[in-house]
């Protein structure tokens, strides 16, 4: 009988490998993510090629992902999220279009075809949550006003996802189908009335009831169910899986067992969401930076300032104050995970190249990297 896994072959390199560079970076002062992504390049396929395939990586990564915004969820409620500004939510809206509309038009005077610049403008317009997040969680940042104002705008590019993914499937099968964008519609403005249904008149009921049980398996598992429930009435909706963990963390954040729930899930999501981190470095071909070393240091250079200063022209009229607009549009000035699924279906679609598709990845690595 052949015992050997492979997921478990590259978890291991991953680990051993992991260590030495996170104690040298953290002994010259820089952060666990920037080490993480370092150690990607190092043993991906297109460094030492220790993992040649980053597919069971990139599993993993997924579920660190998940499980880092549904911890985020946890730490936020539907009531704090209320009492957020306006001018933060406007903020986030008028980023998203606006940086949309410039990514748009660079890909257009760079000689890319409409489409091709339409899915352009929509990745340069999401940012990354699980860097973001965990930068915000690391420096305690999350519960302050500035905190809560990322987390906003964050929480508004990942709902924007939905109708771009749309958007470019239409862009790839060449054609629109009016019935199946109402449909989805529907769908989410149902999703969201039961979730918060839900959540107000027979979760509180059916948490005491796992309490009065005394049993700490029974309340994980019933924990996991909620999860994961959420998840996959999410992925129905046509909503991304890290979305409805993330509304789960909500649903679960308005009970007086919201902390419990939190101690029983940080030890996982902390080991699985640095796998991401790790995996993007190993989407990153040192050869093909190494030859195109200065267009791609411009383009990830160009991406973070223009990201800010978007920001900053967005928020400052709605009388956001400079420093709190500069720190936000640092935070926010990458290249979002969810970017890849974008360029991703505009490669397999024939919207854009291969070339193309390497200049993004690696200025989209560099970007994280800077964050």
């Known amino acids: 009988m052949n015992h050997d896994i492979p997921i478990l072959n590259d978890l291991l390199v991953v680990i051993l490998f992991s260590l030495p560079v996170l104690f040298l970076f953290g002994r010259i002062g820089l952060s666990p993510v920037t080490g993480f992504i370092a150690a990607g390049i190092l043993i991906g396929p297109h460094g030492l090629g220790l993992v040649s395939?980053?597919?069971?990586?990139?599993?993993?990564?997924?579920?660190?992902?998940?499980?880092?915004l549904f911890v985020v969820g946890l730490e936020l409620s539907l009531s704090g999220m209320a009492m957020t500004p306006w001018r933060i939510y406007l903020t986030a809206v008028l980023q998203v279009l606006v940086t949309t509309a410039v990514g748009f038009t660079a890909g257009t005077l760079l000689g890319f075809g409409s489409g091709a610049a339409v899915v352009i403008g929509f990745a340069l317009a999401?940012?990354?949550s699980a860097i973001v997040l965990k930068g915000l969680v690391d420096k305690?940042?999350?519960q302050t006003p500035l905190g809560r104002g990322v987390v906003t705008i964050c929480v508004v590019q990942d709902f924007a996802i939905v109708p771009m993914m749309l958007i470019v499937s239409i862009l790839v099968g060449g054609h629109t189908d009016v019935n199946a964008i109402g449909l989805q519609v529907i769908k989410v403005t149902a999703l969201v009335t039961v979730l918060y249904l839900f959540g107000?008149?027979?979760?509180?009921?059916l948490m005491n009831w796992?309490?009065?049980?005394?049993?700490?398996e029974i309340f994980l598992l019933f924990t996991i169910l909620i999860l994961l429930g959420t998840i996959w009435a999410s992925s129905l909706a046509g909503l991304s899986l890290a979305l409805g963990a993330f509304a789960a963390g909500i649903i679960l954040s308005e009970n007086e067992y919201s902390a419990q729930v939190m101690a029983e899930v940080v030890p996982f999501h902390s080991l699985f969401s640095s796998l991401f981190f790790v995996s993007v470095g190993m989407l990153l071909n040192l050869e093909f930076v190494m030859l195109h070393l200065?267009?791609?240091?411009?383009?990830?250079?160009?991406?973070?300032?223009?990201?800010m200063l978007i920001i900053l022209i967005v928020s400052t009229p709605l009388g956001i104050s400079l420093r709190e607009s500069l720190q936000g549009g640092f935070y926010l000035a990458q290249i979002g995970e969810f970017s890849f699924l974008l360029m991703t279906a505009a490669l397999n679609g024939n919207l854009i190249s291969s070339i193309g598709f390497q200049y993004f990845i690696a200025a989209s690595s560099l970007?994280?990297?800077?964050?």
């Open 200 to 205: 107000r008149l027979i979760l509180p009921a």
């Open 53 to 68: 395939s980053i597919g069971s990586v990139e599993i993993a990564a997924e579920i660190g992902v998940v499980l880092l």
């Open 367 to 371: 970007s994280l990297a800077v964050t």
């Open 140 to 142: 305690g940042e999350i």
């Open 210 to 216: 796992m309490v009065e049980m005394r049993s700490r």
């Open 294 to 307: 200065a267009p791609v240091i411009a383009v990830a250079a160009g991406v973070i300032i223009v990201k």
């Open 126 to 128: 999401v940012s990354s």
